[in-house]
């Protein structure tokens, strides 16, 4: 069974940086896609960031473009959210997610949660103004 453990969240102060790191189990994690997605008090869960097993594909929310940075260490088993420049807005709960089911969930998009069947925890993440 997949576990994922997040961590590196924290209090911010705005325009300053934050890594979050996804540790995953599982002899198969570089065949897995994973996402980052967030929840901020009284709102929906949203998508955050993606990628494919390989790296080669990285769909991005738009409200994070240019900012944020999602890559992966397969040898590592663990993904990474690297957030520059932050914005209170981007307060929230962040969590990682990984779709271990391969192709029985391929016809969701990288960007639904339906995509992934493999949920963390979460990891606090506070931006301060």
């Known amino acids: 069974q997949v576990q994922l453990v997040e961590s590196g969240g924290g209090l911010v102060q705005a325009g300053g940086s934050l890594r979050l790191s996804c540790a995953a189990s599982?002899?198969?994690?570089?065949?897995?896609?994973m996402g980052w997605f967030r929840q901020a008090p009284g709102k929906e869960r949203e998508f955050v960031a993606a990628i494919t097993w390989s790296g080669g594909t990285t769909p991005y929310a738009d409200s994070v473009k240019g900012r944020f940075t999602i890559s992966r260490d397969n040898a590592k088993t663990t993904v990474y959210l690297q957030m520059n420049s932050l914005m209170p807005e981007d307060t929230a709960v962040y969590y990682c997610?990984?779709?271990?089911?391969?192709?029985?969930?391929?016809?969701?998009?990288?960007?639904?949660?339906?995509?992934?069947?493999?949920w963390g925890q979460g990891t606090q993440v506070t931006v301060s103004s």
């Open positions: 599982g002899r198969t994690f570089s065949t897995y896609c």
């Open positions: 997610a990984a779709n271990s089911l391969g192709m029985a969930t391929m016809s969701f998009p990288m960007s639904s949660p339906s995509r992934y069947n493999v």
